[in-house]
RNA sequence: GUCGCCAUGGUCAAGUGGUCAAGACGUUAGCCUCUCACGCUGAAAUCAGGGGUUCGACUCCCCUUGGCGAUACCA
């Protein structure tokens, strides 16, 4: 067989050399450490947390070497393609900090198109030059054919695929091939694999790979003649991966586990096609419990539209907590940094690909609840009002006013009780932060709590002692000694301690006196200090609003 | 089915042959306290099972089990 002609009848149009390639993408200008990382979606418009977690991994490694993070839109399969989808991506991923250098509609980039499908003749001029070496080959099996196969391996116990004796296009002789092409037969372009196909596995040749992340991988070479380019001429993820990789110059591959099985393919492609391969960080994958099943299972995108992206940004998680939250989940010595640098910016911490965990890690939204209420406790509260504001705008446009038209007021209720050594941390999200806070908005002021049944009956004469007391320029202390007095006048031990001693001589104790004014001024039993919410909401509505109680 | 990855409390995990097996979330007892939060002090809770190697194994090897993943002209 003359392989080169194969490779002309096959591959007439293309006429640029690899050698050409090498010289229009050039090996990059950088520091010798710094990493070059790539995210690759495909177009579908949807990102969930397990994406945002694998970039964060990517952005670190570029950013944190001074190395270049660039996107590849990896639009191989036209079936999946979305309108507008990278649009989404990138802003998706730019709201929680992570931007790219280069690449799919970004700051450009000379290692372009970015886009796998407008890579065509790249793919190609390589799958000629493995004809050519007799390396890949024409394969004119049809689906049909390859299920009869498939069919056949499984009655028979034997490893699936195309392979071996399965491999029958191997054979073809270039008459043969000619005349198909001739007869408009479809073909694919497969690699023709030198793995052995007659040992058990254990004797076969092991690959042996440095993992960023898991250390040395030893795993069996592969044998399987994959497909490189299907009938369209567009390659498939393996073959765009090796020459994408090589030609945008990516030294750390991240991707999740899943890719592990099909390793030993690339590394073969890698090693045909004559490329030095890239470092490859096999991260783990996020996983959840699946409600039906109840087990442990990957991120699923059709399944989970909970841990979309969206997702946390409708219900309105700040992206400094969510990640906060990723990066103790990737990296294990983050949390422990972090503790004893409650202060320090996120990009002081030294991100490491060994410090990641092999195994997968199950979401836990309580974690991440309770980081996020560390994470806005530092958050100043002109910030937090902002980020309200932009959130409301986005999800809840009838409450945006709130954010916006007296900017003190609402900085004063973010702020409430957050001063001092041991502030509060009562908000968490964006959602919850506006439900917390809504009594301070007389449209969304209601009683929500029953007043203690100990003390419903007295409520009426409670208040009114209140109100007859009050005064607007009390101090906390002040204002405190008067609730005291009244509890006494009625009834009421001053002390909750003098009360569990003597239960039987008091009809309850303070704190029930001061529930009943909460729930006068919140509509809620539980609230942070009356005191403060009092001078917030101003002498007359305080008034107001214990009066309308009364009534 | 075959192949691969993984395996410390409910969850995330430190640990790298000799530890009373860290820490965090959650749960829980209490303290603080006008409620709730915050904070503080405690508690319960983990090395999947079985074989080796070794004076000694959570740590190394093998098997089993379990979970996850891959077995596409999807990525």
Known sequence: MDYNKLAELLFPHIKKTPEEYEKIYPQRNLPADAKVTRLGPSPTGFIHLGNLYGAFVDERLAHQS???????????????YVEGAVDIIIDSLRFFGINFDEGAETAGGSYGPYYQSERGEIYQCFAKKLVKQGQAYPCFLTSEEIEEIRAKQEANKENM?????????????????????NAGESYVIRLK??????????????????????????????????????????????????????????????????WLPSLPIHVELFEKVGFEMPVFCHTAQLMKIDEETGQKRKLSKRKDPELSLDYYRNEGYHPAAVREYLLTILNSNYEEWRAENPLAAIDDFTFTTEKMSNSGALFDLNKLNDISKDTLVRIPASELREFMADWSREFKPEITHFFEDDCAYIEKILDLGRAGDKPRKDLIYAKQIFEFISYFFDDYFKIEDDVPANASSDVQDILTEYLASYNHEDDQSEWFSKIRAIAEKLGYAAKPKDYKKNPEIYKGHVGDVSTVIRIALMGRAQSPDVWEIQQILGEERTRARIKQFMS
Not at 66 to 80: N, Q, S
Not at 161 to 181: H, M, S, V
Not at 208 to 221: A, C, F
């Open 161 to 181: 695929g195309i392979y071996g004796k399965y491999a029958i296009c191997r054979d073809l002789t270039y008459e043969e091939i000619e005349a198909k092409i």
């Open 66 to 80: 001074g190395g270049v993070f660039f996107l590849r839109i990896e639009d191989t399969d036209d079936k999946r």
């Open 193 to 258: 694999s030198s793995g052995s196909t007659d040992l058990p596995p254990e004797e076969m040749r092991h690959i042996e790979v440095e993992d960023g992340i898991r250390g040395t991988l030893s795993m069996p070479e592969n044998n399987q003649d994959v497909v490189i380019l299907k009938a369209n001429g567009i390659p498939t993820y393996h073959f765009a991966h090796v020459i994408d990789d090589h030609f945008m110059r990516t030294t750390h591959v991240v991707r999740g586990a899943e």
